[in-house]
């Protein structure tokens, strides 16, 4: 019947003796990828395949970030053109840094140790969130500078990034310093996104399109102090 748990023990995805951190998941319209990140000595990014019928696909987890030495932690993943796009934070640099891994069907890691995603400025980057539009992978973070704020870019099929380097969407207001990470979701075919956060005082939402403009006012525009620019403009409003 409709709602009935199919596997009320659950199944076991991992098995080794790693405290499990934030786990993520994506369908790739047969089968699910279930990403998480190890709490303990080594804090790695793995991931695990399985059926809509609960049969494990990879008898050991597959390492996606898991360089000696690094925190690696908090990933999101997100499924689009065939492949899953997975990303992180990561400590390799002398700050948190964003990174990016491509995995295809199978389950082959297709970027090496990842792709830098982030800028080397001096302020950490944390939290970051993707959605796919029906073309590319749109990547959403919070930087963790003396004033908040959210950045952007697209990932294509091949790993590249676009623009070069990411863009500024919008300055959290002091009120939103403290609030949970961003959410993006987007619509295929739309060029419709829709970035979340939310907090004590409520959600808030920026809706963009995949040239990184704003479409409409903040939803409510208590939580932004300010909205960037169209990315493929001078920076004047419309």
């Not at 609960?54 to 030495?69: E, Q, Y």
């Not at 969130?129 to 590319?136: A, H, P, Q």
Request: overall charge negative.
């Amino acid at each position: 019947p409709a709602g009935q748990v199919l596997d009320p023990g659950g199944v076991a995805l991992a098995t080794d003796s790693s405290h499990v951190g934030r786990t993520t998941l994506a369908s790739d319209g047969a089968n699910l990828l279930v990403v998480w990140s190890t709490e303990g000595p080594e804090q790695d990014i793995l991931g695990v395949r399985f059926t809509s019928t609960g049969t494990v696909l990879d008898a050991t987890p597959i390492d996606i970030a898991a360089t000696p030495g690094v925190a690696e932690f908090n990933p999101s993943v997100g499924f689009g053109a065939g492949q899953y796009t997975v990303v992180w934070q990561d400590t390799r640099g002398a700050k948190i840094e964003i990174y990016a891994n491509r995995l295809s069907t199978v389950g082959a890691v297709l970027d090496g140790t990842g792709v830098l995603l982030s800028t080397a400025d001096a302020f950490d980057s944390t939290e970051p969130t993707i959605s796919f539009d029906g073309t590319d992978q749109f990547v959403v973070w919070k930087e963790e500078g003396n004033v908040k704020s959210l950045s952007g870019l697209w990932i294509d099929t091949a790993g590249g990034a676009s623009p070069a380097l990411p863009v500024s969407l919008a300055t959290l207001s002091p009120g939103l310093e403290h609030s949970s990470g961003p959410c993006v979701r987007c619509l295929a075919g739309a060029d419709s996104c829709l970035i979340s956060v939310i907090d004590g005082v409520g959600p808030y939402g920026l809706p963009m399109t995949h040239s990184l403009a704003l479409t409409n006012p903040p939803l409510p525009d208590a939580g932004v102090v300010d909205a960037a620019p169209d990315a493929t403009t001078d920076g004047a409003p419309d």
